[in-house]
């Protein structure tokens, strides 16, 4: 009897050894995209459009508005800095992270002044992956993306 109760504690030992790193590895990625979310944001507010374009894959798609997908490093720079020169500014919300194996999607609610003094506020939407060197970068971003909703 005493070695059978010395192998269950040893299997739950491995089971809880097993399952701490496993939840080490996942907060471990889901700060490394959150690193990755926030670099862009904190580069955009600056108007470093090098280091927001770092944040992206070179295939990226962004969906600057609804229905109209915008890839490849010039027009996406084009797009970014029209934003910069507007002076459009935004506040960030609470994140959520899904992963999954090399892919992770990115849940976020962001807020923008309006010129008409009102306030502009969706769901940013944001596909990443996991490129050959390790490091996480958007492959699909799409800032409105419960535009849908709306849709009719």
């Known amino acids: 009897m005493r070695s059978v109760n010395t192998a269950l504690l040893a299997v739950a030992f491995m089971f809880t050894a097993v399952t701490t790193q496993a939840q080490e590895n996942k907060m471990k990625t889901q700060s490394e995209i959150l690193t990755v979310i926030n670099t862009m944001t904190k580069a955009f507010a600056k108007g470093d459009i090098d280091t927001v374009m770092s944040t992206y894959a070179p295939e990226a798609v962004v969906v600057g508005e609804p229905g109209n997908p915008i890839t490849g490093d010039s ?21 959520e992270v899904v992963v999954a194996g090399d892919t992770a999607l990115h849940l976020m609610k962001w807020t923008a002044p309006q010129p008409d003094g009102g306030e502009a506020s969706a769901l940013s939407v944001a596909v990443l992956r996991r ?14 993306g419960d535009a849908v909703m709306a849709a009719q």
């Open 131 to 144: 490129q050959a060197d390790g490091r996480w970068k958007m492959v699909i971003d799409h800032p409105s």
């Open 75 to 95: 027009a996406l720079r084009s797009m970014f800095q029209s934003y910069v020169e507007a002076g459009v500014a935004f506040t960030y919300g609470a994140h």
